[in-house]
């Protein structure tokens, strides 16, 4: 039997309650549910993600969300609960499960608890400053509107409930053998701290209602007014989004500042004779084992991303950086096209996926940059969906530093003459010959296009020392291998606290476990 806090008598903070009859509700439901299952198939038909928060009083929140899922199709919705007993994975990104959980097209996700929930806590147990919590709301701030240009429809609901209403609603449960399991002494610890809420909520309500992501608070003290209001608010505002009266309109593009060439001051002469090139391999893949060892035991996680121009050596230069690791600690994801089932999910959706758990390795053979290079040259993203991935993938490489991820970004260049010299000796090379493609040919056709948007690239996200650019000379393909370790390496040691300080971005109480 859980022991029961007692709480200081409070003075009648209620006004006048909203009602609802049981008559009126049996009445209105059945028009509510049919309206929702036919929204729901139009979503799907659409194409259309939906994401719906059940935010406030832990008394009540499960309640609604439990009678949101029994009026929908359960085989269109997902059901995501973020408080109570969830806690995350403590060897992955505070962020991951949010990720994770996200909808795809044409389903809607519903969240008991979310984002806020943890950051909520920390927040009421003084756990955090009320500035490293308003710099995480306006994190928050930035994913939802991420997600909302992106085209998922983010509806926020906060359900309210005063302290003598939450106090009620405890002891009710309590004393419900059935529900009882639903309280707990951090349910009554969080009554204690009731005062501090209004001003918490305040913040959220200021920093993080949006056009993008709004909040609608509803009165939770009576439970067939607040299913109803919930529900009927969901059909409204998802017809409203099919009838192409979306809430929120992407501002128009920012122009950019144009970018310095970064590549043309490469020198691109650098090279290592036979001899100093095996030494130097050598030493740096010691270096290396130790180091990523001395991570892996630490728990301090690593993301390398490699990029580079078409047969600029990135293969042969992961697998040296292979060889010197332990292969249960480290992963090699190839990134081409996304596939059907990604495309279904806002794009950095399947890179998260791959982010490594404490101690561990990803390396990225092609990466995120994808969406600002070929997708930017090709057409396959818009100008605005692709301006607006620089500040997209900025942050997502914050999130990981702020959670202690080594983070290390390489670009392999060479000259355009280098190039052909390769692409014709695969040509020429029976066992080469399948590296060489149509798409390789084409590729090179837009070497100048390529050529900007990889400057501009560089200038719009080398954001050191958090998550740093590192160009690399592949004329000479001995030298990038080693350069490119010898680089890894410099890094890891300045994580590990063995090297000069870089400066990396301080851990900021994000939304998650601990």
């Known amino acids: ?44 038909d659409a194409g259309k993600p939906v994401v719906v928060v059940i935010g406030g009083a832990d008394a009540v929140k499960s309640d609604t969300l439990n009678a949101l899922n029994g009026w929908l199709d359960p085989r269109g919705t997902d059901v995501n609960a973020f408080g109570g007993t969830f806690r995350a994975d403590p060897a992955r990104p505070r962020f991951a499960p949010y990720w994770d959980a996200l909808p795809r097209q044409g389903r809607i996700g519903l969240f008991c608890g979310s984002w806020y929930t943890p950051l909520v806590q920390h927040r009421l147990e003084r756990q955090i400053s009320r500035k490293k919590f308003l710099v995480s709301l306006e994190r928050i701030a930035f994913f939802e509107r991420m997600l909302a240009e992106s085209g998922v429809l983010i509806l926020k609901f906060w359900l309210g409930l005063d302290r003598q209403a939450q106090k009620a609603r405890l002891k009710a449960l309590s004393r419900d053998r059935q529900r009882s399991w639903k309280v707990n002494d951090d349910d009554w610890k969080r009554l204690d701290l009731y005062d501090r809420y209004p001003g918490i909520i305040g913040d959220i309500m200021v920093h993080t209602d949006s056009p993008a992501a709004p909040w609608t608070i509803v009165d939770g003290r009576d439970d067939r007014y607040r299913h109803y209001t919930t529900g009927r608010l969901l059909a409204d505002m998802v017809s409203t989004r099919l009838n192409g009266g979306a809430p929120y309109s992407p501002p128009a593009p920012v122009e950019l500042p144009q970018a310095d060439d970064h590549l043309g001051a490469v020198d691109l002469t650098r090279m290592l004779d036979g001899q100093e090139y095996v030494q130097r391999l050598a030493l ?60 279904q999910y806002h794009y950095l959706w399947r890179f998260w996926r791959h982010v490594p758990r404490a101690g561990h390795t ?5 990466s995120w940059y994808g969406r600002v290079l070929v997708e930017r040259v090709e057409g396959f993203a818009t100008d605005r969906e692709w301006q607006r991935a620089y500040q997209e993938i900025n942050d997502f490489e914050l999130n990981l530093a702020s959670d202690g991820v080594v983070i290390a970004k390489f670009w392999l260049h060479m000259s355009p003459e280098e190039q052909l010299r390769r692409f014709e000796d695969r040509q020429n090379t029976s066992y080469k010959a399948h590296k060489i493609t149509e798409e390789d040919w084409r590729n090179r056709a837009q070497w100048d296009a390529y050529y900007a948007a990889v400057n501009d690239m560089l200038a719009h996200t080398d954001r050191a020392p958090a998550a740093p650019w590192f160009v690399i000379p592949s004329e000479d393909k001995r030298y990038a291998r080693v350069k490119a370790i010898e680089t890894i390496c410099d890094q890891l040691e300045r994580a590990l606290g063995k090297g000069q300080d870089t400066g990396a971005v301080p851990p900021v109480q994000l939304p998650g476990a601990r």
Do not use: C, H
């Not at 490699?306 to 042969?316: I, L, T, V």
């Not at 990803?362 to 092609?366: G, K, P, S």
């Open 1 to 44: 039997m859980n022991k029961r806090r007692k709480t200081k008598p409070r003075r009648d903070e209620r006004g006048p309650e909203p009602v609802m009859s049981r008559k009126e509700f049996d009445a209105l439901v059945p028009q509510l549910r049919t309206e929702l299952l036919d929204l729901q198939r139009a979503l799907r």
């Open 284 to 343: 740096g893949q010691a270096r290396l084992r130790e180091l990523s060892t001395a991570a892996f035991l630490r728990g301090i996680p690593t993301v390398l991303a490699f990029e580079g121009w078409d047969a600029a050596g990135k293969g042969s230069t992961i697998r040296r950086i292979v060889e010197a690791m332990d292969a249960r600690s480290v992963r090699v994801i190839p990134v081409g096209a996304p596939t059907e089932d990604e495309r």
């Open 362 to 366: 990803t390396i990225f053979d092609r």
